[in-house]
């Protein structure tokens, strides 16, 4: 079986899925939780350790501000993992409940802005080459401030903080088309958010959250199109039943997962040349943590594995006779092929464990970090 597209591939973990988190009812703790981001870098270093897919942590400002930034980059080298994109956040704040960067009040805007530059600074500190950013901003009710007026405010305020970005720093805009409020969003889907991108520069790109759909959207036409403009810079990968509920990429529609890859291979964008970062944003709410983003990083390699087997060949030729279902069944052959065995050889292959998820087990790590863990103030989603 040829896995060579797997070269090179490479997963980004959030910082913000070790800490504790729960469901909208109930935040649970757990013995040996990560107290400070040193702490997370170091839970989200045994996924790398254990899959050698996973070398980039997300960081979220301020839930995982320091004080000596150089120092966190030093114990992130010594775990063998980089830090990765900036999370901005605007959500959580009393100041931001009109909105953010599209907050009808000047100083808030003001003060939104002040924070995405206080991110870039945080990336010249660490070396992480891409801003992230989701708004919460929205509208409960129609009337409530002008649609329009609010997208002239958000053009100029994302203006203001690209100017002030790096030549080498890229800007990631996300997309929700619903939360926290319920009437409009202001950056809803990946149409407003690629035409503030396309006039702000060829730096900004667009963010996918496989949650951010609504249910039966076809997102891999979505990936598919922001491919062929050059603009899918990034993906927050994770799965939903309903909603963007955050579980584990994979679990809900591997199908989906699979289709997704697919384009991204038809695309060749599964190598690092393409920039596109396959950065998951998940919260384990129930289920362990660490086994969880291994598991959550091991589905989309096999995703991927499997899309590398579709025999491209064989599809061109049965697209171009319009068989439709043999057509189909080429992508259904590649799906249905048992990737298995074929990734646990080329990882023991690479010096890592066949099993990640069980090794992780055995390593005892939970244990230890339970035991050296005590006292202080457990990190949960949010802090
Ligand atoms: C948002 C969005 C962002 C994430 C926050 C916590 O829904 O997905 O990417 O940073 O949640
Ligand atoms: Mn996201």
Redesign the pocket.
Known sequence: MNLDGLDGFTIEV?S?AYGNSGTRFKVFTRPGGPRNPYEKLSDAAQVNRLTGLANRVSL?IPWDLVDDWSDLKAHADKLGVRIGAI?S?V?QDDDYRLGSLCNPDPAIRRKAIDHHLQCLDVMRQTGSTDL?I?L?DGLNYAGQDSLRGRQERLAEALREIYDASDDNHRILL?Y?FF?PYFYSTDIPDWGTSLLHCLALGERATV?L?T??HAPGTNIEFIVMQLLRQGRLGAF?F?SRYYA?D?LIVGSADPFQLFRIMSEIVAADAHRPESRVNFML?Q?HNIEEKIPGQILSVLNVEQALAKALQVDQAALATAQREGDVLGAHQVLMDAYETDVRSALADRREARGLPRDPVKAFGASGYAQTAAAERAGGTQAG??A
Request: with cysteine; charged share 40%; net charge negative.
């Open positions: 959030p913000w979220h999370n956040n959500f992230k989701w919460p996300e929700k939360e963010v959250d949650g951010h927050d994770n963007d955050d944003d919260c989603w949010g």
